[in-house]
């Protein structure tokens, strides 16, 4: 049976994530429960002690079956046990009792190494610099979003039918170009003089393609905060960013350039859409909720967020019958629309279709028919 090490901020960003391991032991290092303890006297965003609360309450009911410590079983045949720093075992190098990730890892290492993993160990966590030196200790790494469900965010949040946004062919070039022209205006011949603290070239073409992007926009933009072609350009990034390296931070990357975006065109209904769905990846199910319902309130037709309201109730307020409706309405938005309409109203109806099944497992059952 395989080993997995769950990390705080996994738990925190889908408390289902519990159960999404079948077949294998879902370790809980103890310190992650202090962190989840900490939640309910923090200040901090209401969606996260939620979250905190959630994850509290599922582990409560799995403790009726026994001693978490010991072990219990999980409904899909895993079993979940959580598991303390040993501290008659020395920590590896490089890591403290002081700092909490240091003693997360420390409990994945001590398991790899004492043979309380049979068939290997993966420590799933979406904090970038816990991926990193979790790697440098010979740990098997993955994020959640790249899990055995391929993570329910990248799997039903949808983004607008490219009103705002051209082929990837063409944004890549046309990124290229751009990055050309930043390159010989900013660190051409005369620029050092009118640019002294101008990033040198040689250090700049070190740097990831994303963050030498990032550096271009966040030029461009200090010389003109009005461009809003270039911010929402940044903005877009990061909610990449945030998908693709499951890294929170982006998030609120991400939501900071939408808003200042919408400030000045707050009538786009598309980016207020991404807005909220970022929103949603940082944490914050509330605010992501307003901000679909405002466009809805507009736009009652509007495809994306209706799409991604449903996603919002379902995954961050297990509201099943709010989920149900906002689906439901989905697929009578797009019955007898074009391909793209077609590919959404079939998305609509396996989130559907899941919302009834979580709902039952639930003892919520859901009523047939689209009257929740």
Not at 64 to 74: A, H, K, P, T, W
Not at 210 to 222: F, M, N
Not at 327 to 335: G, M, S, Y
């Amino acid at each position: 049976m395989k080993t997995i090490v769950i990390d705080t901020n996994v738990l925190l960003a889908d408390p289902q994530s519990l159960l999404a391991f079948p077949d294998s032991e879902v370790v809980i290092p103890e310190t992650v429960l202090g962190e989840l303890d900490k939640l309910k006297t923090s200040r901090v965003d209401p969606d996260l002690r939620f979250r905190g609360r959630e994850v509290s309450r599922i582990l409560f009911e799995l403790s009726e079956q026994g001693s978490l410590i010991g072990g219990v079983d999980l409904p899909d045949g895993g079993r979940l046990r959580v598991v303390p720093l040993d501290s008659d075992v020395p920590m590896p190098e490089g890591l403290t009792t002081r700092n909490a990730d240091d003693r997360i890892l420390a409990v994945a290492f001590q398991l790899c190494h004492s043979g309380g993993c049979t068939d290997g160990l993966t420590m799933v966590t979406n904090d970038l610099n816990m991926l990193l030196k979790a790697q440098t200790y010979g740990l098997e790494v993955e994020r959640y979003a790249d899990g055995p469900d391929g993570g329910f965010a990248k799997r039903y949040i949808i983004r607008p039918f490219q009103r705002y946004r051209v082929p990837l062919g063409i944004l890549g070039t046309s990124l290229a170009v751009f990055a050309a022209i930043i390159v010989l205006v900013i660190w051409g011949p005369g620029a050092r003089d009118s640019a002294p603290s101008a990033v040198p070239v040689e250090f700049r073409d070190q740097l990831p393609a994303a963050q030498q992007r990032i550096l271009d926009y966040l030029t461009i933009l200090e010389r003109d905060e009005a461009n809003l072609d270039t911010r929402l350009s940044l903005a877009n990034l990061y909610y990449e960013l945030r998908l693709s390296t499951g890294d929170i931070r982006y998030s609120s990357l991400a939501v900071r350039h939408y808003e200042r975006y919408l400030e000045l065109r707050p009538e786009s209904s598309d980016v207020r859409a991404d807005l909220a769905a970022s929103y949603f990846y940082g944490g914050q199910t509330d605010r992501a909720i307003q901000e679909a319902a405002r466009i809805l309130e507009q736009d009652a037709e509007h495809v994306q967020a209706t799409f991604n309201l449903g996603v919002f109730y379902w995954r961050g307020r297990q509201d099943f019958a709010a989920a149900a409706t906002q689906f439901a309405r989905v697929i009578e938005l797009t019955a007898n629309g074009d391909e793209q309409a077609q590919s959404v109203n079939r998305e609509a109806t396996a989130a559907l279709e899941q919302v009834r099944q979580e709902a039952a497992d639930a003892g919520q059952p859901l009523p047939e028919g689209g009257t929740f």
